[in-house]
C-alpha cells in the first residue's frame, strides 16, 4: 500500500467506540452506562439499587462512578431513559461531581429535579427537556429518542449516532397495544433504523424467561373494577409512586364508583404532584382527599392509594398495616390490594406486611385473572420482535441478572443472529465495536457505594467500605426482647466504634441506651414483635440524638435478640 492510500485509509477509519457498563449488567439495579469515542463521552441513566438484608445500616447502593468522574472533561451529556429509582437514583452523586446537562422527557426531569433539589444542587439551567422525535447533537454522538410504552410515563429508548454506526438502547419497554395514556409504542422508528443498519441493539433482559406478550396495563383496570364493584368497606391499593397509569386507572374508578382517593405516603405525594403539574395525573374537582379526611368518610366511599408495596418498614402501608399510621386504619370488611411485583429479596417484608393485614380482619388480593399487576418489561415474544425489527450487528443483553442474559442471548440465537455476534457482557466489561469488528476488550474497576441515612433524612452519607466508619463511626445497639411478652429484657447495650467519648460525653452513651429504652417501650407490641419495624425506629431515634448531640452521623446498626 503506498503512502497516500495508507493516509486516505487513516482518514476514513475511526477510532472504535467504547461502550462500558457500570452496573445493570449481571445484577438488577444501578443502571448507568457510559459510552466513549475519541475524547468524547455519553452516560446512560444513574441508578440505584436496594440492598440486600446483610447490607446492615445501607439504604441503598448506587455504582462505582469514578470511571466517568475521572473522564469529567469529556463528558457532553447525562441522558435518562425514565424516571424509575434504577435509573435515575444516583444522579445526585453523579450530577454532584460532574456538572453535564442532563436530557430527559419532561416526568423525568420533574422527578430528577426534586432528587437535585433535595441534594441541595443547582440544576435549573442543566436540565434539557426532549421529546420522542428530537435528536441532540452531544460531540461525535446525536441522540434520538424514540417512544416506548412502560410502567411510568415519559419512557424512552435511544437511537445514538456515532462514526462506526447507530446503537440502539432500548432501556427499559414493553410493547404495550393498548397504554392507558394513548401514548403508544414506536414500532416505525425502531424498524426505519433497522432499515438503514443498526450496528448494536442493547435491549432490556428483565423478562427474558417470561414466555409469551406481557399483558397490557389495560388489564389492570378491569381487575381493578371488579375490586371496585365487590368491596362493602374502604379499599387500600399500594403500588409503585412512580406507577401513575396505575394511579390514574384508580382514579378514574373512584370516579366511577362514587368513591373519593387519598394519597399516602411522601414519595406517594410528591410523585403525584410532579405528575399532576405536568398533566400526567388527572382528577375530577372533589375526587383527592386529604388523609386526615378518610377517618370522616364512609368505608364504602373512600380508597387509599398508599406508598410501601414492598414492605418499607416505616412506609404509609407498614404503618397502616400496623394500625399505628396518624390518619388512615383499617378494618374488618377492607380490602387491600398489593398492584406491585415482589422486587426480589423484598418477600420476607412483604409476607410480614401481609400477616400484619390479616391480624386487622381485612382481607388481601394479589395476582389473579385479571392480574391486579401487570410488568413494565417485554416478555419474550416482544424481545423477538424487537430483534427482528432492527436486525443488529451485533447483539448486547442489558439489565438482568446472568441468569436473563443467557436467556435473552438464547433467544437471539433462535432469531437467526450468530453466536459470534452476541456478546455477552458484565458490569465493568469494555465492549469495543467499529465497523468491521464487535468484542470485549477489557475491564475497568467497578463497584458498589453504600449509601446511609434514615429514611426521613434527605442528606445521606456516601459510603465505601470503611469509609463511612472512619468518617462517622458505627454505632450498635443490642436490645434483648422476650419473643411471647414482647418485653424488653434489661438495659439496652450501645457500642461504639470509629469515634472516642471520654469524661463528661461519655455519658451520651448511657442516654443513647436510655433513648433505645424509650423508643422500644413507646412501641405497640406488634412493633416490637416485627424486627424490621422496630429496628427502623430505633435507627431513626439514635441517628436524631447523635446528630443533635455530636453532630456526627453513625451507621447505627440495631441488633435485636429474642429470647
Known amino acids: 500500500m503506498t503512502s497516500r492510500a495508507r493516509a486516505e485509509a487513516a482518514h476514513h477509519s475511526h477510532p472504535p467506540l467504547q461502550i462500558v457498563p457500570l452496573g445493570g449488567l449481571g445484577e438488577f439495579g444501578i ?13 446512560v441513566d444513574a441508578g440505584v439499587m436496594f440492598p440486600e438484608e446483610q447490607l446492615l445500616g445501607v439504604n441503598y447502593v448506587i455504582p462505582d462512578l469514578s470511571y466517568i468522574v475521572e473522564r469529567a472533561a469529556e463528558v457532553r451529556g447525562i441522558v435518562l431513559t425514565h424516571g424509575h429509582e434504577d435509573h435515575i437514583g444516583a444522579l445526585p452523586y453523579l450530577y454532584e461531581r460532574v456538572r453535564a446537562p442532563v436530557y430527559g422527557s419532561d416526568f423525568t426531569l420533574g422527578l430528577a429535579a426534586r432528587k437535585l433539589r433535595e441534594h441541595g444542587l443547582p440544576h435549573d439551567r442543566q436540565l434539557k427537556r426532549v421529546r420522542a422525535g428530537d435528536e441532540v447533537p452531544l460531540g461525535h454522538f446525536k441522540v434520538e429518542f424514540i417512544q416506548v410504552t412502560h410502567s411510568i410515563p415519559g419512557a424512552l429508548s435511544l437511537a445514538i449516532r456515532t462514526p462506526v454506526g447507530t446503537v440502539i438502547h432500548t432501556a427499559d419497554f414493553k410493547m404495550d397495544q ?3 395514556d394513548e401514548r403508544t409504542f414506536d414500532f416505525q422508528t425502531f424498524s426505519f433504523h433497522g432499515d438503514h443498519g443498526v450496528l448494536a441493539l442493547l435491549s432490556d ?7 409469551g406478550f406481557t399483558p397490557s396495563e389495560r388489564q389492570v383496570g378491569e381487575a381493578l373494577d371488579g375490586v371496585f364493584r365487590r368491596a362493602p368497606g374502604r379499599i387500600v391499593v399500594s403500588t409503585f409512586s412512580s406507577n401513575v397509569h396505575r394511579i390514574q386507572q384508580v382514579i378514574d374508578l373512584a370516579v366511577l364508583h362514587k368513591r373519593r382517593v387519598a394519597l399516602v405516603g411522601s414519595s406517594m405525594i410528591s410523585t403525584a404532584e410532579v405528575a399532576g403539574d405536568l398533566g400526567y395525573l388527572k382528577a375530577p374537582p372533589g375526587t383527592l382527599a386529604e388523609a386526615s379526611e378518610v377517618r370522616r368518610l364512609a368505608p364504602g366511599r373512600v380508597v387509599v392509594v398508599a406508598a410501601g ?43 410480614r406486611v401481609v400477616n400484619h393485614i390479616y391480624r386487622r380482619g381485612a382481607d388481601v388480593l394479589l395476582g389473579g385473572r385479571p392480574p391486579l399487576h401487570v410488568s413494565g418489561h417485554a416478555s419474550q415474544e416482544e424481545l423477538k420482535i424487537m430483534l427482528t425489527l432492527t436486525r443488529p450487528r451485533y447483539f448486547i443483553p442489558v439489565h438482568g441478572e446472568l441468569r436473563q442474559l443467557y436467556s435473552h442471548a438464547r433467544l437471539a440465537e433462535r432469531t437467526g443472529l450468530p453466536r459470534e455476534r452476541i456478546l455477552l457482557a458484565e458490569s465493568g466489561d469494555v465492549i469495543e465495536l467499529d465497523e468491521k469488528s464487535g468484542r470485549v476488550a477489557g475491564k475497568v474497576g467497578v463497584g458498589r457505594v453504600f449509601i446511609d441515612g434514615t429514611l426521613e433524612e434527605v442528606d445521606e452519607i456516601v459510603v465505601r467500605d470503611r469509609r463511612h466508619i472512619s468518617e462517622g463511626g458505627i454505632v450498635l445497639a443490642v436490645v434483648a426482647i422476650d419473643r411471647r411478652t414482647g418485653t424488653m429484657e434489661g438495659d439496652p447495650e450501645i457500642v461504639s466504634r470509629g469515634f472516642v467519648l471520654d469524661g463528661a460525653r461519655g455519658n451520651l452513651m448511657t442516654e443513647a441506651s436510655r433513648v433505645v429504652r424509650r423508643t422500644v417501650e413507646a ?41
Do not use: W
Request: aromatic share 2%.
Open 205 to 211: 433482559s428483565t423478562n427474558a424467561e417470561v414466555e
Open 31 to 43: 443502571n448507568c452506562m457510559a459510552l466513549r469515542h475519541g475524547g468524547d463521552l455519553i452516560v
Open 309 to 351: 408495596s414492598q414492605g418499607e418498614p416505616m412506609s404509609a402501608l407498614s404503618r397502616i398495616a400496623l394500625d399505628d399510621h396518624r390518619d388512615v386504619s383499617i378494618e374488618p370488611g377492607d380490602v387491600v390490594v398489593l398492584s406491585a411485583r415482589s422486587i426480589p429479596g423484598n418477600e420476607k417484608a412483604i409476607n
Open 523 to 563: 412501641a405497640k407490641p406488634e412493633e416490637r414483635s416485627d424486627r424490621g419495624v422496630i429496628k427502623a425506629l430505633i435507627q431513626k431515634d439514635l441517628k436524631r440524638y447523635f446528630r443533635r448531640n455530636l453532630d456526627r452521623r453513625p451507621m447505627i446498626i440495631p441488633a435485636i435478640i429474642e429470647t
Open 178 to 180: 393498548t397504554p392507558t
